[in-house]
């Protein structure tokens, strides 16, 4: 009677915990709802600012004559006979990149309209608040099992998610041009935690033997991470395909819908989402390629085997695999731009199967926690 006790205050406490944890799942889901309305106020008001755009390629256009004629660079004044010669510098030109064209970055979501941007900034904000509230649910999750809160699909779900926004607002502590991506991005989570609370949650529970491990904390973390990170990535390079086609279309004479030039026009040139993409992807790489070994060296505590090309593992390797040709296409010239930006979304959909499709499709020895 003295040991059940303490076991089922215990138990009272982890259920409490666990109910803590839900509630604020669902509450940061609803933050996440209105972030959701005010990036399409955002944009919606941004689509009427036809003179806050037109304002900002005029910027753009005094922005690039400055910048002309810094290139060109200062007269030279030269002695001659007695008197003085002025010479102005021979103007330098920079030629691109072929296959590249010179389209300065559109304004972004709010299109130059002050009451878009007013929008924009409490979207941001809500999204900030909704990211704690989800931290909060996914801490008060670890706290009632105990462990990592890593161990089952539902977990991994809106640990995956709080990573992606966290993501998403560092990038805009550090002053990245990537506030476009609040709506794609709040339109996913939101959908990634209603399937999180429908279809894959599972109620709290400790892991198996395997699973007992540090290796958990750090395998799984650096997989959440770059996962996030790729997420990211993918975004700006189906962004990048689509203000491609709208760049290519416009340079060849022809006239995209309203819809189109509404909302394409105001994001970053084609140029700036493939760079973007790039450097996103190349900087977890490596990440990745550690989180394969990480899970490698697990699997030999674990199992007594490094690689037993279990379905989890193979994916892994695909995934690796996929990723590592797309970084090669894109330092390659003649696979730059679209070809190297299908490969991408290639090796993002590879990552997606060996999350979705290996866990729940297929069986190994990672199928232990069920979904």
Same mark, same amino acid.
């Given at each position: 009677?003295?040991?059940?006790? &303490?076991?089922?205050?215990?138990? #009272?406490? =982890? /259920?409490?915990?666990?109910?803590?944890?839900?509630?604020?799942?669902?509450?940061?889901? #609803?933050? *996440?709802?209105?972030?959701?309305?005010?990036?399409?106020?955002?944009?919606?008001?941004?689509?009427?600012?036809?003179?806050? %755009?037109?304002?900002?390629?005029?910027?753009?256009? $005094? =922005?690039?004559?400055?910048?002309?004629?810094?290139?060109?660079?200062?007269?030279?004044?030269?002695?001659?006979?007695?008197?003085?010669?002025?010479?102005?510098?021979?103007?330098?030109?920079?030629?691109?990149?072929?296959?590249? %064209?010179? +389209?300065?970055?559109?304004?972004?979501?709010?299109?130059? @309209?002050?009451?878009?941007?007013? *929008?924009?900034?409490?979207?941001?904000?809500?999204?900030?608040? #909704?990211?704690? +509230? /989800?931290?909060?649910?996914?801490?008060?999750?670890?706290?009632?099992? /105990?462990?990592? &809160?890593?161990?089952?699909?539902?977990?991994?779900?809106?640990?995956?998610?709080?990573?992606?926004?966290? !993501?998403?607002l560092a990038l805009l502590a550090l002053k990245k041009n990537v506030r476009w991506l609040g709506l794609f991005l709040t339109t996913t989570v939101l959908l990634d935690l209603?399937?999180?609370?429908?279809?894959?949650?599972?109620?709290?529970?400790?892991?198996? &033997?395997?699973?007992?491990?540090?290796?958990?904390?750090?395998?799984?973390?650096?997989?959440?991470?770059?996962?996030?990170?790729?997420?990211?990535?993918? +975004?700006?390079?189906?962004?990048?395909?689509?203000? @491609?086609?709208?760049?290519?279309? !416009?340079?060849?004479?022809? $006239?995209?819908? %309203?819809?189109?030039?509404?909302?394409?026009?105001?994001?970053?040139?084609?140029?700036?989402?493939?760079?973007?993409?790039?450097?996103? =992807?190349?900087?977890?790489?490596?990440?990745?390629?550690?989180?394969?070994?990480?899970g490698a060296i697990w699997a030999e505590s674990a199992w007594g085997r490094y690689w037993g090309w279990d379905p989890k593992e193979t994916w892994a390797f695909i995934t690796?695999?996929?990723?590592?040709? *797309?970084?090669?296409?894109?330092?390659?010239?003649?696979?730059?731009?679209? $070809?190297?930006?299908?490969?991408?979304?290639?090796?993002?959909?590879?990552?997606?199967?060996?999350?979705?499709?290996? =866990?729940?499709? +297929?069986?190994?020895?990672?199928?232990?926690?069920?979904?």
């Open positions: 009677m003295t040991l059940a006790a &303490p076991i089922q205050l215990a138990s #009272a406490t =982890n /259920e409490h915990l666990a109910h803590i944890s839900n509630t604020l799942i669902y509450s940061a889901m #609803a933050v *996440y709802t209105l972030a959701f309305f005010a990036y399409i106020a955002e944009w919606l008001f941004g689509s009427r600012s036809k003179v806050g %755009r037109t304002a900002a390629a005029l910027t753009a256009e $005094k =922005n690039e004559k400055k910048a002309a004629a810094t290139a060109q660079g200062p007269a030279v004044t030269v002695k001659s006979a007695g008197g003085t010669a002025v010479l102005e510098r021979p103007k330098v030109v920079v030629r691109s990149a072929a296959g590249s %064209r010179d +389209v300065p970055d559109g304004p972004g979501a709010h299109g130059g @309209d002050e009451q878009g941007d007013l *929008y924009g900034r409490i979207a941001i904000s809500l999204t900030a608040l #909704a990211f704690l +509230v /989800e931290l909060g649910g996914v801490v008060a999750r670890a706290a009632s099992v /105990e462990r990592a &809160p890593w161990g089952n699909m539902y977990e991994f779900n809106i640990t995956f998610s709080t990573v992606a926004v966290g !993501v998403y209603g399937l999180a609370v429908t279809v894959l949650y599972t109620a709290s529970d400790q892991l198996v &033997p395997a699973l007992h491990s540090y290796w958990l904390y750090i395998h799984v973390s650096t997989a959440i991470l770059c996962g996030a990170v790729f997420y990211v990535g993918a +975004v700006g390079t189906l962004l990048y395909l689509f203000k @491609d086609s709208y760049e290519s279309k !416009v340079a060849a004479g022809g $006239k995209p819908g %309203r819809f189109a030039t509404s909302v394409l026009e105001r994001l970053p040139a084609s140029a700036s989402l493939d760079k973007f993409s790039y450097r996103v =992807n190349a900087a977890v790489f490596p990440l990745w390629t550690f989180t394969i070994i990480a690796w695999v996929a990723y590592a040709c *797309y970084l090669h296409a894109r330092s390659t010239a003649g696979w730059k731009g679209r $070809k190297a930006a299908y490969i991408a979304l290639i090796a993002f959909a590879c990552w997606l199967f060996n999350y979705y499709g290996v =866990n729940i499709f +297929v069986g190994g020895k990672h199928s232990y926690a069920g979904v």
